[in-house]
């Protein structure tokens, strides 16, 4: 499990209010070059990203385990309710059956790899157990998926430095949600007590600068940039810099996510990180990887590309609440060795879950009896 925001970073809300006045407004002195200012926008406060939540809890559909059961509804219907529409009436475990759960698992994005370990682990458990009712097979199922899920459930080994800010980078191509979930996880550090500093170190794109200052007015933190094409590793160091003067707890470092070709994405992506490690030992601590669940398989080869490039040590998976192709979690777990820290669940500021293998195996098979 993450733990991120309980264990490692856990503090006194008041203090950290403390701290972030103390600071006060963010001075020139630290700038490098005139020509090249990184500007500060202090934020305005807005709820309205939280108005969504309120509406849903107001309707009923309150708890937490509730709501990440609801948000998963079409990964549940194309997944587990096909599932129980396939044995309802079944009598007997027999080839067809297998041969219809193949195209169930395949359609929920489940990947050929994992669909065909999970049926051959099914089949020699049927053959082993002498199981002859579907529903015993379903249980054996559930059972293998959440197997799949714990086997990437890895520590999150995240420590504070010994002194300095914890960095985190974060990559992904276009459109996946990044900013959106640096804003998200923005908000969990805040009310962990933690002051945040974010970075727009995707100076492609003078939008893409505009979105992060929005998230990071709705979090009430400090958001640095520079003019639209500047040099995006001058950008983090800069930052690093900053947030080192005035003793960020937590520095998040947006990165652009198209370039006019994918190696000098990579390159630009590896040159940020060196940088960023020459101004401050160790960092970035995390390189934080953002996939869009809707994309299914494409999700596995984006992650295999970026991890080669720069090294990815969690990954982030958006969207979860707008497809049916959920099973790409299991997927990504099965064939990938990079822990899901988090899961997106939803457009708003609390949609993101840290990724718990139990809570979302059970949210899908709607067995709320192991939860909390
Ligand atoms: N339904 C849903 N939408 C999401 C989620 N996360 C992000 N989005 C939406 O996805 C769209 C793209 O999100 P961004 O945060 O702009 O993505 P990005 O990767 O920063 O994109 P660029 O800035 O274009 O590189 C926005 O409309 C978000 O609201 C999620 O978990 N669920």
Same mark, same amino acid.
């Given at each position: /499990?993450?733990?991120?925001?309980?264990? !490692?970073?856990?503090?006194?809300?008041?203090?950290?209010?403390?701290?972030?006045?103390?600071?006060?407004?963010?001075?020139?002195?630290?700038?490098?070059?005139?020509?090249?200012?990184?500007?500060?926008?202090?934020?305005?406060?807005?709820?309205?990203?939280?108005?969504?939540?309120?509406?849903?809890?107001?309707?009923?559909?309150?708890?937490?385990?509730?709501?990440?059961?609801?948000?998963?509804? !079409?990964?549940?219907?194309?997944?587990?309710?096909? /599932?129980?529409? *396939?044995?309802?009436?079944?009598?007997?475990?027999?080839?067809?059956?297998?041969?219809?759960?193949?195209?169930?698992?395949?359609?929920?994005?489940?990947?050929?790899?994992?669909? /065909?370990?999970?049926?051959?682990?099914?089949?020699?458990?049927?053959?082993?157990?002498?199981?002859?009712?579907?529903?015993?097979?379903?249980?054996?199922?559930?059972?293998?998926?959440?197997?799949?899920?714990?086997?990437?459930?890895?520590?999150?080994?995240?420590?504070?430095?010994?002194? #300095?800010?914890?960095?985190? /980078?974060?990559?992904?191509?276009?459109?996946?949600?990044?900013?959106?979930?640096?804003?998200?996880?923005?908000? !969990?550090?805040?009310?962990?007590?933690?002051?945040?500093?974010?970075?727009?170190?995707?100076?492609?794109?003078?939008?893409?600068?505009?979105?992060?200052?929005?998230? #990071?007015?709705?979090?009430?933190?400090?958001?640095?940039? $520079?003019?639209?094409?500047?040099?995006?590793?001058?950008?983090?160091?800069?930052?690093?810099?900053?947030?080192?003067?005035?003793?960020?707890?937590?520095?998040?470092?947006?990165?652009?996510?198209?370039?006019?070709?994918?190696?000098?994405?990579?390159?630009?992506?590896?040159?940020?990180?060196?940088?960023?490690?020459?101004?401050?030992? #160790?960092?970035?601590?995390?390189?934080?990887?953002? *996939?869009?669940?809707?994309?299914?398989?494409?999700?596995?080869?984006?992650?295999?590309?970026?991890?080669?490039?720069?090294?990815?040590?969690?990954?982030?998976?958006?969207?979860?609440?707008?497809?049916? !192709?959920?099973? +790409?979690?299991?997927?990504?777990?099965?064939?990938?060795?990079?822990?899901?820290?988090?899961?997106?669940? #939803?457009? $708003?500021?609390?949609?993101?879950?840290?990724?718990?293998?139990?809570?979302? +195996?059970?949210?899908?098979?709607?067995?709320?009896?192991?939860?909390?």
């Amino acid at each position: /499990m993450l733990g991120w925001f309980k264990k !490692k970073f856990s503090k006194n809300d008041e203090a950290a209010t403390l701290k972030e006045k103390e600071k006060g407004i963010v001075s020139d002195t630290v700038l490098s070059s005139p020509e090249c200012l990184p500007s500060v926008t202090e934020p305005k406060k807005s709820d309205s990203a939280t108005e969504g939540v309120k509406k849903e809890e107001a309707s009923g559909l309150g708890t937490m385990f509730q709501r990440l059961s609801t948000r998963l509804s !079409k990964t549940k219907e194309s997944l587990v309710h096909r /599932m129980d529409t *396939l044995f309802l009436g079944r009598k007997e475990i027999d080839a067809d059956l297998f041969d219809e759960l193949e195209e169930i698992l395949i359609t929920a994005d489940l990947g050929i790899n994992t669909t /065909m370990e999970l049926l051959d682990d099914a089949r020699r458990n049927v053959k082993r157990n002498a199981l002859s009712d579907p529903q015993e097979l379903k249980i054996v199922l559930k059972e293998k998926l959440r197997s799949f899920l714990m086997e990437s459930d890895q520590p999150a080994e995240l420590v504070r430095p010994e002194s #300095g800010p914890f960095v985190i /980078m974060v990559v992904g191509v276009n459109g996946v949600g990044k900013t959106t979930t640096i804003g998200k996880i923005t908000k !969990k550090f805040k009310q962990a007590g933690q002051s945040v500093l974010l970075v727009a170190a995707d100076t492609f794109r003078a939008a893409a600068v505009a979105q992060l200052k929005i998230w #990071g007015e709705r979090n009430d933190v400090t958001v640095v940039h $520079q003019q639209e094409g500047a040099d995006p590793s001058a950008v983090a160091f800069d930052a690093i810099d900053l947030a080192v003067a005035k003793e960020y707890d937590v520095v998040i470092v947006d990165t652009a996510g198209r370039l006019h070709t994918q190696v000098n994405l990579m390159e630009e992506l590896k040159k940020i990180k060196r940088v960023m490690g020459k101004r401050l030992e #160790g960092a970035p601590h995390e390189i934080l990887l953002v *996939l869009d669940a809707t994309t299914g398989q494409n999700a596995v080869s984006q992650a295999k590309l970026f991890n080669d490039a720069v090294g990815i040590t969690g990954l982030a998976l958006t969207k979860l609440d707008g497809t049916a !192709k959920g099973g +790409i979690v299991a997927c990504i777990c099965r064939e990938l060795s990079i822990p899901i820290r988090f899961i997106g669940i #939803g457009e $708003q500021i609390d949609d993101l879950r840290d990724f718990n293998p139990d809570d979302f +195996i059970n949210a899908l098979f709607g067995d709320e009896t192991h939860n909390h």
